[in-house]
């Protein structure tokens, strides 16, 4: 990995500058301990007053708490949202026990434009370091977003592009270091202006060598599956063959070799960097601006050279008996291990154009214009060799209107386009060339009607896929939905949404047809396969009051047709077999969330609150109707205090077991997540500082995410202990 951090020294170099500028500032507006804030969902339309649909949003003091390397671990322990974890490098969102190309991932919204979907190990190319704000649709989000998005959407505010002039210079510096694996991160933003002109600077930059785990990087239940295979192989093949007995012994100190990995997750370390530049023009009825974005993303792909290997046994030098070896000889070994695993080299540029005006015609009440133009690259080098080269050249484009009441309804309509030309080269290439483009129509309304809000909204959209080889495929489908808000009393709301949305296959559903490493199988499209359709009910009742605040969701989706990788019980070129099918399914859950204060004295507030998730999905199939890479249980307590300088908070998430699990997958053990963090503020001038030391997995627990395709090979990180400050004026 790269060692020098340009970026970082360049934070560290500004915040002297930064230091002297504040003083002289007006400071900052602080929120009154207890205030509460209206919460305007800026992904929605209609999200100024409530929606239907369950969300969350992660505004900025949240996110100074919450952030981690990746936007998957940012959100994944908000109730009802879990994340993928290839290691730190990696994490996608997994929304109602739904992940993949079924959760948009989106900056603005507009979508990411990488290829995190096509693979658990590609990183989504958004900084969650970099974000002002995050929001999260939970369930179908179709209406808004398109046909990927039928479970949800994650959308990250960055504020790239300004929409308004600042009467001066405001920015932030984040700079922080943690223990294990040598982390840190710095991270500049700076937005100012005069006249008609606004203007945003960021930088950002993240480096951490591999982390350390609490055992052994293989599961015990891997580990007990190779044995049975083993002995399986022995009892077979017996004793008469010589040559037989020695490749078994062979194979049998190579997997020994593998499993003696211990105390740190080789292929982990990960070095990021980036920045944008964007401006603004602003006037009296609306703006217009543009950013220029890019990233450099350097990480390791841990477990991917065993799942390349696990079945061919490749030679490997010979070992002492694993007792021998303790945690220090096998971090002398950590140079040797790392160059053998494979390592992503990522660079994406971006740029953004938006525009929004107020009454832009008669009858409406706004325009806004958005254009995401994206160019991207990622290599798989390993062995110090060139593997794998994956390009995606996309675009992404949307308007939305938004209209004066007609018949009682305040709503926007809009229109949404987009072309992707990715392409995948080299050993691991496992889905030929795609080009794909799409278009959608949609509106979505709202009323009130006596004391009931309505919501309501309609949706067509067209995708084609056009391979460099083969047929082309194009589908049509529509999605529609409607839901009521109904107060109930004083203190409390009630919420009921029905809605039907259809998602179109993705390119690697219908064409890949190759080993895929960074899944561990060999994934075999299905050109035939069609529209993936659900209809979902979810009802949602919302409390609160002078110092509590409740809100449960429950959720009943019945799929027809779901897209999902069947297990064939064959292998081919070492790889088990997935073949992509459909079948019916049903997804069910629920959650609860609460919060009480408990204390208030002077300036200070003692909270206490608590969540509890779980879902339960079934395949319409015979034998075994469960599907793989399902959440566990969860319930979560957490403790808060705040003051006007001391902010503190302890939060432990408990995972259950993942028995349910699908053919050839493996259960995952129930594990605990303690997290604690404590700040001090200080004000000088026009700046606010908050020194913090903040502590993740204190337990040490081995934490093995069954959302992860690679749970058995690359645990989470061990404990962690990380100091910082953050600077605000």
Known sequence: MRREQPFLLALLAAAPWMSAAALGAEAAGEEEPGSIEEIIVLAHPLGGEGL???????????????????????????????????????????IHGLGGARVRVMEEQIDTLDVSVSSGDHAVTVDPFVAERVEVLKGSAT??????????????????????????????????AADNGNGSTGTLRLDGGGGNVAWHVDAFARKADDYDIPGYAESAALHAQEEEEEHHDEDEHGDHDHDHEEDDHDEEEGHEDEEEVHGHLPGSGIDVRGGSVGFSFVGEGGFAGLSVSSLDSEYGIPGHSHAHHEHGHDDHDDHDD??????????????????????????????????????????????????????????????????????????????????????????ALGI??????????????????????????????????????????????????????????????????????????????????????????????????????????????DPGLGHEQARNLSATLTGGGDGWSTQGTFYYTSFADFIYQAATGEEMDGFDVRRYAQADATFAGFEVEGRVTVAEWGAGRLEIGAFYDMVSPELDVSGNDKLPLIPPNRVGVSLEFTSDRLRANVDYVRASEQDDVAEFELPSDSYDDLRARIAWRLRTGGMTVDLFVAGRNLTDDEQRLHTSVVKDLAPQPGRTIEAGVRMRF
């Open 52 to 94: 239907a649909q369950a969300s969350d949003v992660l505004d900025v003091d949240e996110l100074e708490r919450k952030v981690v390397d990746n936007i998957g671990a940012t959100v994944g322990s908000e109730p009802g949202i879990h994340n993928s974890a290839y290691g730190v490098g990696a994490g996608r969102p997994v």
């Open 143 to 176: 209406l808004l977003y398109g046909s990927g998005a039928i479970g949800g959407v994650v959308d990250v505010h960055t504020g790239r592009i300004p929409d308004e002039v600042p009467e001066r210079i405001r920015g932030a510096l984040d700079l922080r």
């Open 322 to 411: 694993h007792e021998e070896h303790d945690d220090h000889e096998e971090h002398d070994d950590h140079g040797d291990e790392v160059e053998d695993t494979p390592v992503v080299v990522l660079e994406q540029t971006r740029v953004d154009l938006e525009a929004g005006l107020a009454d832009p015609f008669d009858g409406f009440e706004g325009l806004n214009l958005r254009l995401g133009i994206n160019d991207y690259e990622h290599v798989e080098n390993e062995a110090g060799e060139v593997g794998t080269v994956f390009t995606n050249e996309a675009w992404e484009a949307r308007a939305e209107l938004t209209h004066a009441p007609v018949a009682g309804w305040r709503g």
């Open 416 to 525: 949404q386009l987009g072309d992707r030309g990715f392409s995948v080269a080299g050993e691991e290439a496992f889905t030929p060339p795609v080009d794909t483009s799409s278009f959608g129509l949609f509106w979505v309304g709202e009323r009130s009607l006596e004391r009931l809000g309505i919501e309501a909204g309609v949706r067509y959209d067209r995708v084609e896929h056009a391979p460099a080889h083969g047929s082309s495929r194009d589908f049509s489908g529509g999605s529609a939905s409607i839901g009521i808000i109904v107060p109930l009393g004083e203190d409390w709301e009630g919420t009921l949404l029905a809605d039907y949305s259809s998602r179109a296959p993705v390119g690697e559903e219908l064409f890949s047809d190759s080993p895929h490493p960074g899944t561990g199988v060999f994934e075999i499209g």
